[in-house]
Nanobody
Framework: QVQFVESGGGLAQPGGSLELSCVAS????????MGWYRQRTGEERELVAS???????MYVDPVKGRFTISRDVARNTAYLQMYSLRPEDTAAYYC?????????WGTGTEVTVLS
């Protein structure tokens, strides 16, 4: 099992910035990819960004150049810095850890970008 402590998020103006952090604990968490999905109201959950234990990163196209994911492997912590926020970034953001075919989810944190 994996447990999460998520923080950050909140309200932002368009063009503003926010940072999310996610601390994961549990067996062998530091060897798994971590990242965030987001889910807008009435829509399916979509992958936003991920980072491997070796630092390989992936971003979904709408956030490329605006979001930066990083990771402190020793602290089992991932960070998502979000810049140039847009109203369409408004969503619940869920931290995750992927172990093989199993995905563990955090409880989510809300990000609201005012329009």
């Amino acid at each position: 099992q994996v447990q999460f402590v998520e923080s950050g998020g909140g309200l932002a103006q368009p063009g503003g910035s926010l940072e999310l952090s996610c601390v994961a604990s549990g067996s062998l968490v530091n060897i798994y990819p971590m990242g965030w999905y987001r889910q807008r109201t009435g829509e399916e959950r979509e992958l936003v960004a991920s980072i491997s234990p070796t630092g390989n990163v992936m971003y979904v196209d709408p956030v490329k150049g605006r979001f930066t994911i990083s990771r402190d492997v020793a602290r089992n912590t991932a960070y998502l810095q979000m810049y140039s926020l847009r109203p369409e970034d408004t969503a619940a953001y869920y931290c995750y850890v992927k172990s093989g075919s199993t995905t563990y989810w955090g409880t989510g944190t809300e990000v609201t970008v005012l329009s």
